[in-house]
C-alpha cells in the first residue's frame, strides 16, 4: 500500500518516489553512474567562459576588485546585510527582497540553484517554490533536510523577471557574495543544480549532460553537477539521470575525509 508521503508526491506529479537503495525493499533501482573522474577546470576554459574583463577604464576595475576583497573579508553578519542592500546589477530595482541562502551555516551539503523565482522573491528564501518541493524530495531521497547539514544558495541573490536566467554581468555582480558564502560554509561537496549554477561555479560552457557523473572541483572542494528541480518538472525521463547523479553525490561523500578545517 502506498504511504501518504508517496500519494502527496505523486498528487504533486513528483513520482516516482525517490528512495536511497538500502531503504525500502525492492526500492527503485538507480541507473549507475559513470565512474567518478576527477576534473580540474581548465584555465583556458575558465578565462574563455568569463564574461569580458572591463578593460577599459582601469577605476571600474580596481572598483570592482575592492567591492569583492571587501566582501570576501565579510562575517556572516556582515554578508547578509551586505546582499540585502546590494544595487550592483539591475536585478534589485524590481526585487521585492533579496535572497540570501538558507541551512546549516556548517553544512557538509551546498546545493546551488540559479536565482530565486516569484515565490522566492515574496518568502525571502531559495528553493520554495515548486522545484523547491521537488528539491525537498530529492534531499530527503538522500536522507537529508534542509537546514540539517544542507545549505541552500543561488548564483544571484534577486530575482531575474520573468524568471529567464540571470545575464553574465548579473552573475558577476553576485559572484563575491557565493564565493564569500562558500568560503564560509567550507562545504565537504557542492551539487551544482543545473547550467547556470554548474556554469558559474566551473567557468564552463557545457552541457549538463557533459558535465555530470564526475567530480569537479570548485576552489579546491568537490563538486557534482545534476539538473536543476524546476528542468526535472519539465523533463520527467531525466528523473532517473538526476536519480543517478544523487547517489553518486552519497557516494562521492562517504569517500571524502573529514571538513577542512578553517584557516
Ligand atoms: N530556482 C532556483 O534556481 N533557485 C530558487 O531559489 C528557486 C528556483
Redesign the pocket.
Known sequence: MKSRRDLILEEMGLTPVWRLRDSAPGAEQAPVAAPAAIVEPSPARREAAQPAPITRHSSLVTDAGDRRATIMRMEWPGLKAAVASCVACPLHAKRNQT?FGVGDENADWLFV?????AE?DALGE??V?Q??RLLDSMLSAIKLKRGANVYIA?VVKCRPPANRNPEPAEALACEPFLHRQIDLIRPKLIIA??KVAAANLLASDASVAGMRGKVHQYRGIPLIVTY???YLLRSLPEKAKAWADLCFAVRTMAGLGPRKTAG
Open positions: 535572497v540553484g540559479e536565482g530565486p523565482g522566492e531559495p528553493f517554490g522545484a523547491g543561488n543544480l543545473g536543476h528541480p524546476a
